[in-house]
T-cell receptor, first 112, second 116 residues
Framework: GDSVTQMEGPVTLSEEAFLTINCTYT??????LFWYVQYPGEGLQLLLK?????DKGSNKGFEATYRKETTSFHLEKGSVQVSDSAVYFC???????????FGRGTSLIVHP | NAGVTQTPKFQVLKTGQSMTLQCAQD?????MYWYRQDPGMGLRLIYY???????DKGEVPNGYNVSRLNKREFSLRLESAAPSQTSVYFC???????????????FGPGTRLTVL
């Protein structure tokens, strides 16, 4: 089945720093890829997704590009804010299944 | 439009007690899911219901039962709670109508359960 590996946290940054959270996947075929975000005390919510190779998902200043050749979907943001402090989950879902496989999550802490 | 709602928000049980976690969605979604979230383990699927009237085991079903009461509601029952079931439980739903694999999951706010 699918598997998703993302970098361990916590990632600690100062406000306005550049963010990268790495995510790689293994899957049969070409899965859809997702980033979900979980703010403290809340459930997960979709941040962005990409459904085919070379697609770029973007939302709220975050971006991730579906790289088939490296089986990666790294999350980036040019300038983080304190309000971006959260746990970020990478996920993949292969065609034929509506059930995604989640990575273990990466905690991001942004200091003023 | 409330999305996915869960009750209760917090619960403390003693070992051996039973309880039911309730979940409802108002988005007319076909599929519903129960996950547990533990530190360092990410999200693990307990049970899911692909459509009304069907339920299937996920990765960690032992010690749990589920009921898809109707299209809106999907409950999770712990018959005899154990300390290992201390966790945060999330219900989610998805439309499950279009291309499989492209679906977005919508999550509830979670239930924080402690078993003493």
């Amino acid at each position: 089945g699918d598997s998703v590996t993302q970098m361990e946290g916590p990632v600690t940054l100062s406000e306005e720093a550049f963010l990268t959270i790495n995510c790689t996947y293994t899957a049969t075929g070409y899965p859809s890829l997702f980033w979900y975000v979980q703010y403290p005390g809340e459930g997960l919510q979709l941040l962005l997704k990409a459904t085919k190779a070379d697609d770029k998902g973007s939302n709220k200043g975050f971006e991730a590009t579906y790289r088939k050749e490296t089986t990666s979907f790294h999350l980036e943001k040019g300038s983080v804010q304190v309000s971006d402090s959260a746990v970020y989950f990478c996920a993949s879902a292969s065609g034929g299944s509506y059930i995604p496989t989640f990575g273990r999550g990466t905690s991001l802490i942004v200091h003023p | 439009n409330a999305g996915v709602t869960q009750t209760p928000k917090f619960q403390v049980l003693k070992t051996g007690q039973s309880m039911t976690l309730q979940c409802a969605q108002d988005m007319n979604h076909n599929s519903m899911y129960w996950y547990r979230q533990d530190p360092g383990m990410g999200l693990r699927l307990i049970y899911y219901s692909a459509s009304e009237g069907t339920t299937d085991k996920g990765e960690v079903p032992n010690g749990y039962n589920v009921s898809r009461l109707n299209k809106r509601e999907f409950s999770l029952r712990l018959e005899s709670a154990a300390p290992s079931q201390t966790s945060v439980y999330f219900c989610a739903s998805s439309e499950a109508r279009g291309l499989a694999g492209t679906d977005t999951q919508y999550f509830g706010p979670g239930t924080r359960l402690t078993v003493l």
